[in-house]
């Protein structure tokens, strides 16, 4: 694990940006894995900078697979994961709607949407690199903590404290929906290259429990100790905690 303190959140931009970008020039084809949260937004504004500068590498041939998405919105609900995707980075760097897949939450077919996730994400070759945020309960994606180190994309329970944290995206606690699609840790830990990023004080216990402390689920993010390629960009707030 390479576990890379830096100054300050736009320097963290600059270099997952930079690390999207090397991928996408040795791969045109590329697969993206995509997070949601605030944690890599000033990473895809600055790949939308550079895109609209016309530094950036071409995003025509390039694929992506969201992390996870709610249960229970109505469809185009503006923070349902995939419209939040769409509107933060990949509208920006002209990737079309169809090139952009998340798990389906339709009621009718969640039985088996894990399932199909999973399939799509192998006919694609598997993801090359993807984006990773952390809760401050540890969590990936929207694995909790007790989720199986082994785990599939499948349906899960928000706990209270997810709910709280991320209800400053809708109206109050109350409105974020209980259930969400989630890619598994078992499937994270198959893309080719992780890119984890902690920033702010209420991410250094987490960051840390992450990086050094024991592999287990009650914090989600140490599976990332299982991987051989993991890239961990930290702020100063973020890594004081190591
Ligand atoms: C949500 C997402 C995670 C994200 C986490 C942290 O729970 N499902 O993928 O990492 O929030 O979000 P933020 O970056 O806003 O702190």
Same mark, same amino acid.
Not at 129 to 137: C, H, M, N, W, Y
Not at 193 to 200: E, F, P, Q, Y
């Given at each position: 694990?390479?576990?890379?303190?830096?100054?300050?959140?736009?320097?963290?931009?600059?270099? =997952?940006?930079?690390?999207?970008?090397?991928?996408?020039?040795?791969?045109? =084809?590329?697969?993206?894995?995509?997070? #949601?949260?605030? %944690?890599?937004? *000033?990473?895809?504004?600055?790949?939308?900078?550079?895109?609209?500068?016309?530094?950036?590498?071409?995003?025509?041939?390039? %694929?992506?697979?969201?992390?996870?998405?709610?249960?229970?919105?109505? *469809?185009?609900?503006?923070?349902?994961?995939?419209? +939040?995707?769409?509107?933060?980075? +990949?509208?920006? @760097?002209?990737?079309?709607?169809?090139?952009?897949?998340?798990?389906?939450?339709?009621?009718?077919?969640?039985?088996?949407?894990?399932?199909?996730?999973?399939? @799509?994400?192998?006919?694609?070759?598997?993801?090359?690199?993807?984006?990773?945020?952390?809760?401050?309960?540890?969590?990936?994606?929207?694995?909790?903590?007790?989720?199986?180190?082994?785990?599939? #994309?499948?349906?899960?329970? @928000? #706990?209270?404290? #997810?709910?709280?944290?991320?209800?400053?995206?809708?109206?109050? *606690?109350?409105?974020? *929906?209980?259930?969400?699609?989630?890619?598994?840790?078992? %499937?994270?830990?198959?893309?080719?290259?992780?890119? @984890?990023?902690?920033?702010?004080?209420?991410?250094?216990?987490?960051?840390?429990?992450a990086v050094e402390g024991p592999v287990s689920a009650s914090c989600p993010a140490s599976v990332l100790q299982l991987h051989p390629h993991v890239t961990v960009l930290l702020d100063p707030a973020g890594a004081a905690r190591l």
């Open positions: 694990m390479e576990v890379v303190p830096l100054g300050s959140a736009r320097e963290i931009a600059m270099a =997952a940006a930079d690390i999207i970008e090397s991928v996408v020039r040795r791969k045109p =084809a590329a697969v993206l894995g995509l997070a #949601t949260g605030s %944690t890599p937004l *000033p990473a895809y504004q600055e790949l939308i900078r550079r895109h609209e500068a016309g530094t950036g590498p071409s995003y025509d041939g390039v %694929t992506c697979f969201n992390l996870d998405e709610y249960v229970g919105l109505p *469809p185009g609900h503006e923070q349902s994961y995939r419209a +939040t995707i769409a509107r933060e980075l +990949t509208d920006g @760097l002209g990737i079309s709607p169809d090139r952009v897949n998340g798990p389906d939450p339709d009621l009718d077919g969640l039985q088996g949407a894990g399932e199909r996730y999973e399939a @799509l994400i192998a006919a694609a070759g598997g993801v090359d690199v993807q984006f990773l945020g952390i809760g401050s309960d540890g969590h990936l994606a929207f694995n909790e903590p007790g989720s199986s180190l082994a785990s599939r #994309t499948r349906i899960k329970t @928000l #706990t209270e404290q #997810t709910r709280k944290d991320n209800a400053r995206f809708f109206g109050s *606690p109350q409105e974020v *929906p209980t259930h969400v699609l989630t890619q598994g840790l078992g %499937t994270i830990l198959e893309a080719r290259h992780l890119l @984890l990023i902690a920033t702010g004080e209420g991410k250094a216990a987490a960051a840390a429990a």
